[in-house]
């Protein structure tokens, strides 16, 4: 302190001047971060977007004639990612059994899967008969032995 202001009261330094900003500011840049925090997880917890995700979730095993053979395995993949050219596709994902935890609910005796996403049941519909659905099952059905397809909505 250097003095007292004429009520008596402290007169802070420069330095101390530079505490109390620098205390302010600190304080404007917590209450800033929280806030940007909360609204980061708001928005993970919607999806992390304003748009409105697929509603119909078009899953589908594939269990290959040659489970060892990493050509068709390969030639199954390559035929199962053409797909999401077709323009219904909203959304692709293309996996292998994962090595997760041996459990009695999980089945990981597939070869391959898809989940493809799309808005409605119209456009899974306008997929099932597009050409390239088409020229995937006659390219790529003498590959597998069985195919289980599970189709779920959006509730």
């Known amino acids: 302190m250097i003095g007292r202001s004429s009520g008596g009261l402290p007169i802070p330094t420069k330095c101390e001047t530079s505490s109390l900003t620098m205390n302010t500011d600190r304080r404007t840049f917590l209450a800033t971060a929280a806030t940007l925090g909360a609204a980061a997880a708001a928005s993970a917890a919607t999806g992390g977007s304003s748009h409105t995700p697929p509603k119909l979730v078009h899953h589908v095993f594939f269990w290959l004639k040659n489970p060892d053979s990493k050509e068709d395995l390969a030639k199954l993949l390559a035929g199962i990612r053409g797909l ?22 999980v089945d990981n ?33 003498h590959l597998w032995s069985k195919v289980i397809v599970y189709d779920a909505i959006s509730v």
Do not use: N
């Open 109 to 141: 005796s597939f070869s391959a899967s898809e989940i493809l996403y799309f808005d409605d049941v119209a456009g899974q519909d306008a997929y099932q008969v597009h050409p390239l659905h088409q020229k995937f099952v006659t390219e790529c059905s």
């Open 84 to 105: 999401a050219a077709i323009e219904t596709v909203r959304g692709i994902h293309v996996g292998v059994p994962a090595s997760t935890e041996k459990r009695e609910v």
